[in-house]
């Protein structure tokens, strides 16, 4: 480690030489003084006021004064070419955002395209200042009973940190062909998914340990250490991730099924590894459940065998009108909407007699669980309608209160 | 009524990015300010006050592949390098790059024009009068009393045309045989007890590489063949007569069972380090290496000769040549440094210390009666300086050596026959410039 830590402070040597004191005077100036001089500008000129405008070309002007006057240019290239690049990413997200749903492009470009761009820029600043390959076999020190060079140690955490991030496009790829060859449901075809990026992952891992040359027996000593430290210290955590890993496998909590959650129909969006995120129709809420509630406690689920609802509304009517009336025209408005399922058949129910009417139930199917209530809604307007056009009362309560006179006054 | 003048309002969050940035100006400008204004509190006569400053040094390594180990020697060597100096420039600090040669002219290419060039470079000498050929490097003046110490063969190789020099020799790096003193005895003195050895079981690998092949050469009568051709002479009937031979040898020793030939070197090396082979010819910078693993059971040896003469080997020469960036107190220090280097107490301990290169001093006399590894040495220097023309291979492009190998791998597969693979040749060594 002391090695690479001279190895880095040598390249401030550079800065005795008058040509690099020159460039990197250039780059301070335009990136931290630009803010400045494009307030200065933009009365007079609007276009002073972007950035992205006036960085790039004070970059090239300077670079042009200075290969003109025959200086080295080199540096304050680089800096243009990395900004042009840190803005062409714009131009990736652009493109991307054509095929991709932006909620996936978003986790993409924070996780995967910037950091890896953020990566190459430091690479080629580093290979102006050295040889990377030569800095890679710098030693850090001797790890697990084998000497951990820089290189060894920089690839394999790239390495775990793009499968981690970058594996969930081709596992779901795979899973999709495997859902087309064998026939499995989607959240199947979901928990597939996860579970092939989680193995890639380990794999990944067990490898990145490989490369950097651990002594396995040693690393096996120290995970029999620490798992019982671990166990007591954050034994949540792990409950957590077996239980997640446990539901993945019963298929019970799957990215895709819809769960009821203190009365709300919710749909799962991830199972991670501590806790899986619900989605909550009623208020675009979104539910950070641990996986041990749900290993521990009844779950409704709407989607187990398959995705279908029976759901119901609850109607009155006056007394005088014909219960099989009520329930055939009941009945009749349900089968007219199109998102309540023809088969099975909705069927109307006469439940009680109240008070002030009678109590009817329309039962019926439905496909998606998630849209209860705004089925529901639609077909009590329509009960409504219907009752209207045939002249069929919803009566209110009401009371008839008599007033007794009191005993005569003696 | 005059009415007060107020600051319109920061909008929240643009105060702290200012402060931000002003934190990052001055940990940016506080390092260049240093650099610019420099350590002045002690004012002294500039003869008395020692230099200080990091220089730069760029190795370039030829045949071998980076790896740790090679990066650690090379590490130890400059470290060994700079304790020394140290006595004379206290306030010095050398930062050591291992480059391969070859992808020297575009990293120089790179380097400079960010005005980031190595103050120095460690280079063979063809390397070195390429890149000073390209402009990649400074061309230097020495005071003749310093070059009449070195060796004039080296000095002569670094001098242009114009009296100036590539660089300063620095090392001689000759060619000998290693082998494995558990399975050999002794080194074969000639090619034929060569065949014979192997025929008796001794496993001996040799490089298809042209430097390191150029040794058999002259010990099978096809050394003048080769500078002939090398020369552009016309081809004669006593060129092919001595090609012939050459070819005609190695099919021979191809033919045998324990004699294996590989592309490079560095794969002699691997091999001979892991016991698979027993006997190699091998560039004494990499005596180390071998010795680490052999330990006293590594044997050094004079190459064998032949029928025609003795051995014919390249030596190479390591020359210190100068960026075209540095300050002038790196300019300074970098001079100084490169005396230093050639100065006879540096020439006599590295001599001493590590067996492994020979003196460019003149006035270093390397210790043959004590040290048969030394002996070895300056026999294999004495065997290339005989014939100075066949260093004209050494100066070949990546490519013509490329097709060199393709054609002999060939002919040894008996993919071609004899007299093409001398067709071949002829054409090769015809057409051979220098890079």
């Known amino acids: 480690m002391n090695l690479l830590l001279m190895e880095i402070a040598g390249w401030f040597g550079y800065l005795q030489r008058i040509e690099v004191r020159v460039q990197v005077m250039v780059l301070l100036l335009v990136f931290l003084g630009q803010g400045a001089l494009c307030r200065r500008l933009a009365p007079r000129f609007p276009l002073a006021r972007r950035s992205d405008v006036v960085i790039?070309?004070?970059?090239?002007?300077?670079?042009?004064?200075?290969?003109?006057?025959?200086?080295?240019?080199?540096?304050?290239?680089?800096?243009?070419?990395?900004?042009?690049?840190w803005l062409g990413l714009g131009g990736v997200r652009g493109l991307l955002g054509r095929f991709i749903q932006q909620q996936q492009l978003q986790l993409l470009e924070t996780r995967l395209i910037r950091p890896a761009y953020l990566l190459v820029a430091t690479l080629l600043v580093i290979r102006v200042f050295a040889n990377p390959q030569d800095l890679a076999l710098i030693p850090l020190g001797e790890w697990f009973g084998s000497e951990v060079t820089l290189g060894s140690f920089f690839m394999a955490v790239v390495i775990v940190y793009v499968l981690a991030m970058g594996t969930g496009p081709p596992a779901q790829g795979l899973a999709w062909l495997v859902q087309r060859g064998v026939g499995i449901s989607n959240g199947s075809r979901r928990a597939l998914a996860l579970m092939i990026r989680y193995v890639v992952v380990a794999i990944g891992i067990v490898w990145a340990l490989d490369h950097v040359g651990f002594n396995r027996a040693a690393i096996l000593a120290?995970?029999?250490?620490?798992?019982?430290?671990?166990?007591?210290?954050?034994?949540?955590?792990?409950?957590?991730?077996?239980?997640?890993?446990?539901?993945?496998?019963?298929?019970?909590?799957?990215?895709?099924?819809?769960?009821?959650?203190?009365?709300?129909s919710c749909e799962v969006r991830s199972l991670g590894l501590r806790a899986a995120v619900l989605w909550r129709n009623r208020d675009n809420a979104e539910l950070v459940i641990p996986n041990q509630m749900f290993f521990t406690t009844t779950t409704v689920t709407y989607t187990g065998s398959d995705t279908l609802r029976r759901t119901q509304v609850l109607v009155s009517a006056a007394y005088h009108h014909d219960p099989n009336d009520v329930i055939a025209l009941l009945e009749d408005t349900a089968r007219s909407q199109p998102h309540v399922l023809p088969t099975p058949a909705p069927k109307a129910l006469l439940l009680t007699y109240g008070e002030s009417s009678i109590s009817y139930a329309l039962r019926f199917w439905i496909a998606n669980p998630m849209d209860n209530v705004s089925i529901c809604s639609e077909v009590q307007a329509a009960v409504w309608k219907a009752f209207q056009d045939r002249g069929i009362e919803i009566p209110f309560p009401q009371q008839v209160q008599y007033r007794m006179e009191g005993p005569p006054k003696s | 009524m005059i009415p007060l003048l107020r600051r319109s309002p920061i909008p929240p969050g643009q105060d702290r990015r200012r402060a931000?940035?002003?934190?990052?100006?001055?940990?940016?400008?506080?390092?260049?300010?240093?650099?610019?204004?420099?350590?002045?509190?002690?004012?002294?006569?500039?003869?008395?006050?020692?230099?200080?400053?990091?220089?730069?040094?760029?190795?370039?390594?030829?045949?071998?592949?980076?790896?740790?180990?090679?990066?650690?020697?090379i590490r130890w060597r400059t470290t060994m390098l700079q304790n020394t100096f140290r006595t004379l420039q206290p306030k010095v600090r050398l930062q050591v790059e291992v480059f391969p040669e070859e992808s020297l002219p575009n990293e120089l290419r790179l380097r400079n024009s960010s005005g980031l060039s190595p103050d120095l470079l460690l280079v063979n000498e063809s390397t070195a009068?390429?890149?000073?050929?390209?402009?990649?490097?400074?061309?230097?003046?020495?005071?003749?009393?310093?070059?009449?110490?070195?060796?004039?063969?080296?000095?002569?190789?670094?001098?242009?045309?114009?009296?100036?020099?590539?660089?300063?020799?620095?090392?001689?790096?000759?060619?000998?045989?290693?082998?494995?003193?558990?399975?050999?005895?002794?080194?074969?003195?000639?090619?034929?007890?060569?065949?014979?050895?192997?025929?008796?079981?001794?496993?001996?690998?040799?490089?298809?590489?042209?430097?390191?092949?150029?040794?058999?050469?002259?010990?099978?009568?096809?050394?003048?063949?080769?500078?002939?051709?090398?020369?552009?002479?016309?081809?004669?009937?006593?060129?092919?007569?001595?090609?012939?031979?050459?070819?005609?040898?190695?099919?021979?020793?191809?033919?045998?069972?324990?004699?294996?030939?590989?592309?490079?070197?560095a794969e002699l090396l691997k091999e001979l380090t892991a016991g698979t082979l027993d006997w190699i010819p091998c560039r004494s910078i990499n005596l180390t290496r071998v010795r680490a693993v052999l330990g006293q059971n590594m044997g050094v040896a004079p190459l064998p000769s032949g029928p025609f003469g003795g051995a014919s080997p390249i030596t190479r020469e390591r020359v210190l040549a100068f960026g075209v960036n540095s300050s002038p107190v790196q300019r300074q220090l970098a001079m100084a440094l490169v005396r230093f280097a050639v100065s006879p107490l540096h020439q006599r301990d590295i001599v001493l210390r590590s067996q492994y290169v020979l003196p460019v001093n003149r006035e270093v006399a390397p210790q043959v009666r004590s040290s048969s590894v030394v002996a070895s040495m300056v026999e294999g220097r004495q065997q290339s300086l005989q014939r100075s023309k066949i260093r004209l291979i050494e100066g070949s492009s990546k490519e013509q050596r490329e097709a060199w190998q393709a054609l002999l791998t060939r002919f040894l597969f008996d993919d071609l026959s004899q007299q093409d693979a001398l067709k071949g040749l002829i054409e090769l060594l015809s057409g051979w410039r220098s890079r």
């Open chain 1, 56 to 85: 790039p070309l004070l970059l090239g002007l300077f670079a042009l004064v200075l290969g003109l006057a025959g200086f080295p240019n080199g540096l304050v290239l680089l800096g243009l070419l990395l900004y042009l690049g």
């Open chain 1, 222 to 264: 120290v995970a029999g250490g620490l798992s019982v430290g671990l166990g007591f210290g954050i034994k949540e955590v792990f409950s957590n991730f077996v239980s997640g890993l446990w539901l993945l496998c019963e298929g019970s909590v799957r990215p895709g099924e819809v769960l009821v959650i203190e009365g709300d």
């Open chain 2, 20 to 73: 931000a940035i002003r934190v990052v100006a001055a940990c940016l400008a506080i390092p260049l300010l240093a650099s610019v204004g420099g350590c002045k509190g002690r004012r002294m006569k500039p003869m008395l006050r020692p230099l200080e400053g990091t220089l730069y040094i760029a190795v370039g390594i030829g045949e071998l592949a980076i790896d740790g180990e090679l990066q650690k020697e």
């Open chain 2, 129 to 265: 009068r390429d890149l000073a050929r390209a402009k990649l490097i400074d061309t230097v003046s020495f005071p003749p009393t310093l070059l009449d110490q070195l060796d004039g063969g080296s000095v002569v190789r670094v001098r242009r045309s114009d009296g100036t020099l590539i660089g300063l020799p620095m090392e001689p790096q000759p060619l000998v045989a290693c082998f494995d003193r558990r399975r050999v005895q002794r080194s074969p003195a000639t090619l034929s007890e060569l065949l014979a050895f192997s025929a008796k079981g001794m496993e001996v690998g040799l490089s298809l590489d042209a430097v390191s092949l150029a040794w058999t050469l002259g010990p099978l009568g096809a050394i003048d063949a080769v500078s002939d051709l090398l020369a552009r002479q016309p081809v004669t009937p006593a060129t092919r007569q001595g090609l012939a031979n050459w070819l005609g040898w190695l099919r021979q020793a191809d033919q045998q069972q324990h004699v294996t030939f590989f592309p490079t070197e």
